[in-house]
């Protein structure tokens, strides 16, 4: 890798930490605010709009690099499914932007606590174009409404690729990010 490019990916693996390292206190406290009751029911259908940037760490051994993820944008229609505990699956479309350019599908379960402004969810990604990667996610945070059927919303994702054309044998690729997002109910 040329000396320049070193450079712009250490001074942009700094930039990195340093918005994990002051997003992370917001998010707890957006977390421990949550015990305030949440304005609205757990609704029928929801839209969701997010976008995300952070931290990936891959390759195996001494291979193992760190450099700035791509700036990720997800759409995603959520349904509910359960109402005790409160769960809906979703399912929908991410796009990696600035140094990657992919798209894919996102898929999974959300739970939301009755009088929380909490949320977890877990599911999968696969990228499919135009290489393919498949693997895991993982978020948690909370979203404060800011009219009766919008939310916005702060998180902590997780994701974890495990296969893939993107990915040298036996390696993985972890990515860290942020999330934010705007939560429209539908019914």
Same mark, same amino acid.
């Given at each position: ?7 712009? @990916? ?36 929801? @839209? ?78 696969? @990228? ?60």
């Amino acid at each position: 890798m040329p000396l320049a490019m070193t450079g712009a @990916v250490h001074s942009a693996s700094r930039l990195v930490f340093r918005a994990l390292r002051l997003g992370l206190p917001l998010l707890l406290w957006c977390a421990a605010r949550s015990a305030v009751a949440s304005p609205a029911d757990q609704p029928l259908w929801q @839209v969701e709009l997010h976008a995300g940037y952070g931290l990936a760490v891959g390759g195996n051994g001494d291979q193992m690099s760190r450099r700035p993820t791509p700036l990720t944008l997800t759409a995603i229609a959520a349904i509910a499914v359960n109402d005790d505990p409160p769960l809906a699956g979703y399912g929908g479309l991410v796009v990696e932007t600035l140094d990657r350019n992919a798209a894919g599908l996102v898929f999974g379960v959300e739970l939301h606590p009755h009088g929380s402004r909490l949320h977890l969810s877990g599911g999968g990604e696969y @990228v499919v174009a135009p290489y393919t990667l498949w693997g895991a996610t993982a978020s948690g945070g909370a979203c404060f409404h800011t009219a009766r059927t919008v939310a916005l919303c702060g998180d902590l994702q997780l994701t974890a690729f495990i296969t893939g054309s993107d990915l040298p044998d036996g390696a993985t690729a972890t990515q860290v990010q942020l999330v934010l997002g705007m939560v429209f109910d539908a019914l």
